[in-house]
């Protein structure tokens, strides 16, 4: 049986401050935005090329703000993408790289943390 990982929380303190950094700090894609009742606003954000969303906002876990730690992405370029991170004003950790593959790190404003993996093939830096 086929199963697909679609949607991570991702606990946050402030909704319009997290997806202010996600979407215009990080690049995430903000496909939906909607306060379904009193205490419960899905914000669904969806990183480009991605099949997995994250959700923030009130109500959508009850896990503390900042508990979120090393979620993962797998890009194509991380060095390219860090420069383009760090242009945008995301406090990006240096490249490092290990015998799996070559990462930069970074937070949230609530300390959530992410990890971008370059995979590294053998013969390939």
């Not at 503390?64 to 004003?89: C, F, I, S, Y």
Request: hydrophobic share 40%.
């Amino acid at each position: 049986m086929e199963m697909k990982l679609e949607l991570v929380p991702v606990p946050v303190s402030n909704t319009d401050v997290a997806k202010d950094f996600y979407v215009n700090k990080v690049g995430f894609n903000a496909d939906h935005d909607h306060k379904v009742k009193e205490g419960l606003r899905f914000v669904q954000l969806t990183p480009p090329g991605s099949a997995c969303s994250v959700v923030i906002g009130e109500g959508t876990t009850e896990m503390k703000p900042g508990t979120q730690k090393n979620l993962q992405m797998v890009v194509k370029d991380v060095r390219a993408l860090r420069e383009e991170l760090a242009g945008r004003g995301v406090e990006v950790s240096a490249v490092q790289e290990f015998p799996w593959g070559i990462f930069v790190f970074f937070a949230d404003p609530d300390g959530n943390t992410w990890a971008l993996q370059q995979i590294v093939h053998p013969g390939q830096k």
